[in-house]
């Protein structure tokens, strides 16, 4: 009896009880049997799933309105929203569901208004149905035909403006058969601003036309402002949980190379589709426009960094957020850092100096090795070593004066030949670091020995060749 | 003020020119134009003498509900603060009321727009002007006249408010699409008839205009007039 009701008045509304009546499975998904208002979120938050079998009348009611608000410290921008915040409201409805759409434009506001939904099948995606004056609100509807994570956008001329103002949001069509369940849905959405002043510059900031159609945005962010996933309000998650980001890019011109440092995605719909998912990304490409959603397991704890991986973009001008994971450590899978040695390569362990590859004069006397000596000396020592020869405290011992170099010149020569390592005590002060062998040949290594030690008030020793080659610790790698 | 004849190139052409793909100089005969828009004291003054255009007598056709909604005091009138700022919260039909009563009319869009090129002069700030204001979230109004005129001596055709004229949506498509070819101000076809891509604060004045129907208020909306030098 209730049934034939519902087939005599087609596609009009009914009565919430008949969505308990057991219809037939195929009718199920493509009558509309009940209806809703949505549930409309602000990013980072995501509406809950949609739990019934059934095509519903789904009632959008979204406002716009024109703020003034935070886009990086000490920075504010005029935004246009819908919904208050950028980005706007997510929406979040089935395959098959009836949308009726109320688009409202605050009185306060002084811009007309409109809104492209990229999931609805129709000339403009309902811009031209819903431009809508101040004070003024504008219905239309649309059946949502293709499941799917679109973008939505206000289209109004000069649309470039009103997007880049911060215009944009997702929709989620889901599909009949629904999504699988997850710990945490979170909503981000990355933007390019165009401000008169530069990033960084304080105050309230207007947009600059000239820069949005050269396209060299101030700011790239991710849920309008820097800083909006960082900190206090990084996204939360526990180890072994599962994640799934839905990410749209609204530009108004830069596509986004979305990443998550340090995570895997362990599945990604590309481009906002529900086509069966690709599995193992490491980064993203989502186009202005366009959108994707990505799940992957948190495995181990810590923070991890969403970022544009277009990287000045992340490092400069905002499009960083993060997703804090806690728990306990598993080493098995990321050990953390274990150990932090000096790295010594192997072989070339010698420092090659250019010196070497030259056709080096010969010095004949001991004032030939010191004038030579120098030379070779500030090219290769001074930088540690000063040169003045007084070292730097705590860090590299001192030549001038040194008592380290006032017995017999062999353990010089080995020092140079062949790198030092460990504790060291120079003139009663404790140094642990560490020196490099140089590649430095017989005739260079005696000439800067023989300048050190006729330098500084040292003992005044001459070093030969013949010395170095007796005492030298590593072969010369270029001999000439 | 007197507008002087001149001709220039507006962002858009009418909807009923002829296949006309980019639009062209368009000559103006010089006409009478308010220096400032109307203010709430001479409208004021206006529904005294017409009491029809009264908030509480005015016809539901020729308005929507927030008609002079900033009226608030117990007679209906203007509050005394506010007597030299702009009156906003008009439709059109109210507007157009006002001007014949003085004898006048509403200019055309391309009057009030060739007024606004000002013959050229110092262009680049006024559209840097244009989207300050646009950008910004609504303050308090000002009186009118609180800047310089322009050169031709009109005060506050920028930063101050919306302006009606008297043919304010013949421009862009009808409201829908589908019945205007690529004739519209949606997205990207919005750039296929103008005449200067980059001049977003004129797509913003067509937008605007195009939104409105001849019942509509708002609270940034308001008008002047203007007559025929003959």
Redesign the interface.
Known sequence: MKKIRLFALGTALCMAGLTQAAPAPKASSTKISSQEIAILTDAPAVPPRITRKHAAKVIVNLEVKEVEGRLADGVSYTFWTFGGKVPGKFIRIREGDEVEFHLNNHPDNKMPHNIDLHAVTGPGGGAAASLTAPGHSSVFSFKALNPGLYVYHCATAPVAMHVANGMYGLILVEPKEGMSKVDHEFYVMQGDFYTQGKNGEQGLQPFSMTKAIEEEPEYVVFNGAAGSLTGDNALKAKKGETVRLFVGVGGPNLTSSFHVIGEIFDKVNHEGSTASPAKNVQTTMIPAGGAAYMEFKVNVPGTYIMVDHSLTRAFNKGALGMLKVSGDEDKTIYSGKMTDEVYLPEGSSMRNTVASQAQAPTAKTKADRVKLGEGIYNTNCAACHQTSGAGVPQAFPPLAKSDYLSGSTAPAIKAVTGGLQGKLVVNGNEYNGVMPSWSLNDEEVANVLTYIYNSWGNGGDEVTPEDVKKHRINPVKHED | MLVPEGSFTPFFLKKDTANSSSATATVINAFWLDATPVTNRKFQAFVNKHPAWHPSNIRKIFT?S?YLAHWQNAQGSADTADLDKPVVNVSWFAAEAYCEAQDKRLPSTDEWEYALTDNGRDQENL?KQI????????QELPAVGSKPPNGFGVFDLVGLI?EWTADFNSYM?P????NSGEK?????S??LNASNL?D?AA??R???R????GN??????GFRCAKDTK
């Open positions: 929507d927030h559209q989207i300050n204001w646009y950008s910004t979230p609504n919306w498509a409201p829908d699409s589908r519209n101000l949606f997205c990207g919005g750039s980059g977003y797509f913003m067509y937008s605007y195009e939104s409105l129907k509509f208020t708002g609270r940034n909306l």
